[in-house]
């Protein structure tokens, strides 16, 4: 993670988390806030991993949007490392936003807990209401209706995190709640991620775009070489003309093995080949990527692998 270094101009700024279930949109629309791929995107859920950052900066304020992991009731040692790291990033921040999906039934269990939290820790909370240009617009008040009776929100905006709309009104709404302070980043930064680990991100989310129903949740992406080259030789960020990477995709048995390197090899080229796509728009730069898989049973409960993947510190 990138070292905070606040500036001394003092400006509106803060940390503003998102939360939300499974495939609510959140990474969507931090995507859109950066105008870059931060955060992967899936119809499947549970995408998201890890708690990651976008600056969105202007003349008068720096939001730090935190996303988070989908809200879920944990099945394994990553899913608790997720959610931990979903209510941590709440009880972080200056304020938080709550997204759902309209065309979703609710409040949730989990959406009211976002609430209860946030009452509990004193906490500015915003209701972010998504797709709802996939609803008809008539349906969308008793919708509000149900979340503003279940909690004080500073405000409850519809959006569409997909097409945009409403996404200006919702960013107003939440410079408004922003205390005076420094900023955190220099103002062209977009995120606190390394190029590491957006580049695991983006073979991950490859693999989850590609695989069958039975693989996504079973597959983690550790990158063991990161290597910025010119001519060949070892350079920096600003004069490379080549990146070289080489990563391990794990799975939990070794039918997931098969079904990964797909016949002849087949499945891994594909997924390769998407994600360097993916990685070298990112870099700028040509790219050479090289995947392997191993099989690693269980590994989402086992806490060394999980250190090894980014979530906690213990091995």
């Known amino acids: 993670m990138t070292d905070i270094s606040p500036s001394s101009e003092i400006v509106n700024s803060g940390f503003i988390s998102i939360l939300g279930r499974p495939n609510a949109g959140k990474s969507t629309l931090l995507n859109r806030l950066s105008s870059m791929h931060l955060a992967i995107v899936s119809p499947k859920p549970q995408t998201t991993r890890h708690a990651i950052r976008c600056i969105v900066d202007d003349d008068t304020s720096q939001i730090v949007f935190v996303d988070t992991p989908g809200l879920h009731k944990p099945d394994s040692k990553l899913g608790e490392k997720m959610q931990e790291s979903a209510w941590k990033a709440l009880g972080d921040a200056d304020a938080v936003l709550l997204m759902i999906d ?10 009211r807990e976002v609430c209860s939290r946030c009452a509990a820790y004193g906490k500015e909370l915003f209701l972010a209401v998504n797709k709802a240009d996939k609803v008809p617009k008539p349906s969308l008040l008793p919708i509000i209706a149900r979340y503003a009776a279940l909690h ?10 997909r097409t945009g709309d409403g996404v200006d009104v919702l960013l107003d709404e939440l410079r408004k709640t922003l205390p005076m302070g420094p900023r955190y980043f220099p103002r062209d ?15 991950r989310e490859s ?3 590609e695989l069958k129903e039975e693989v996504p949740h079973g597959v983690g992406v550790l990158v063991e070489r990161f290597e910025e080259l010119r001519n060949g030789e ?14 391990v995709l794990y799975c939990e048995k070794e039918t997931h093995k098969g079904i990964l390197i797909g016949k002849g090899g087949s499945m891994l080229k594909k997924i390769g080949t998407n994600a360097r796509t993916r990685i070298e728009e990112m870099t700028g730069c040509p790219v050479y990527l090289e995947l392997l898989v191993k099989v ?14 980014g979530y906690g510190e213990e091995k």
Do not use: C
């Not at 930064?189 to 190029?195: A, C, G, I, S």
């Not at 070892?234 to 990563?247: N, T, Y």
């Not at 989402?300 to 090894?308: E, P, S, V, W, Y």
């Open 207 to 209: 693999a989850l775009r």
């Open 102 to 111: 309209a065309e979703r039934p609710g409040p949730s269990v989990l959406e």
């Open 189 to 203: 930064t977009l995120t606190d991620q390394t190029e590491r680990v957006l580049a695991a991100e983006l073979i």
């Open 152 to 161: 004080p929100f500073q405000a409850i905006i519809p959006i569409s995190a």
């Open 296 to 309: 690693r049973e269980d590994w989402r409960n086992r806490k060394g692998i999980l250190a090894d993947l």
């Open 234 to 247: 070892p350079a920096g960020e600003d004069d490379r003309d080549r990146v070289s990477i080489g990563a």
